[in-house]
């Protein structure tokens, strides 16, 4: 399939604005959807549309380039690429509460990486919940297929030449503020209970090598 090129347009959500309950409820969804993230997508077309050479690059292509950019958009694509990028991944990377575990390589691969299943999760809850300030919390594989978590700031991403990100968990208070107001523990302990393991997996065995 052709990447994607400008202009970028919004992706529906894969699943209905209902169907993340009671994690997320369908306004919290509808806001962070509808209104942040294809913000994210208007802004990053309208910074390209002066760049008939940025036009032909996909996302992540502009992301990987960023220190060869134009100066003049170099600040607008971090940021406005990025931000559509991490969101697709976000909704993308979540389906109604299922109870899901990971399995298969993927599974084999959080045992030896990080012990087990409990250890990665208390891991990965550190690094969301600990995040200061607006940002995200990945886990990633590299090109051996070892797998580890990072955070990133604002809209931010990891080094997408070495990592394949497998999933994230976005940590701005817009993402969860109207159900969950200050409490982002409890958002993220929750988020967990959503993470498409399945779509994960596939990640994790397609990455780039
Ligand atoms: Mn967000």
């Not at 400008?6 to 806001?31: S, W």
């Not at 929750?190 to 596939?202: T, V």
């Amino acid at each position: 399939m052709k990447a994607e090129t400008y202009p970028f347009v919004a992706r529906p959500l894969p699943y209905e604005y209902d169907a993340l309950i009671p994690v997320l409820d369908a306004e919290t969804l509808t806001f962070h959807h509808d209104r942040h993230y294809k913000t994210y997508v208007d802004n990053l077309n309208a910074a390209l549309s002066d760049y008939p050479e940025l036009q032909k690059m996909s996302l992540k292509e502009l992301l990987i380039s960023l220190d060869r950019l134009p100066e003049p958009v170099r600040t607008a694509v971090k940021n406005n690429g990025g931000g559509v990028y991490n969101h697709e991944l976000y909704f993308d990377s979540m389906q109604s509460p299922a109870g899901q575990d990971p399995s298969g390589e993927l599974a084999e691969a959080i045992d030896r990486d990080f012990g087990s299943y409990r250890q990665w999760k208390e891991q990965m809850k550190q690094a969301a919940v600990g995040k200061f300030g607006s940002g995200w919390a990945w886990l990633v594989a590299d090109r051996e297929g070892k797998l580890s978590i990072c955070q990133t700031s604002n809209q931010d991403v990891p080094d997408l030449k070495e990592y394949t990100p497998l999933f994230l968990v976005d940590v701005w208070e817009h993402a969860y503020y109207l159900q969950y107001q200050n409490r982002r523990a409890d958002y993220v302990e929750a988020w967990f209970g959503l993470i498409n393991w399945r779509k994960a997996g596939k990640r994790y065995e397609e990455r780039a090598v």
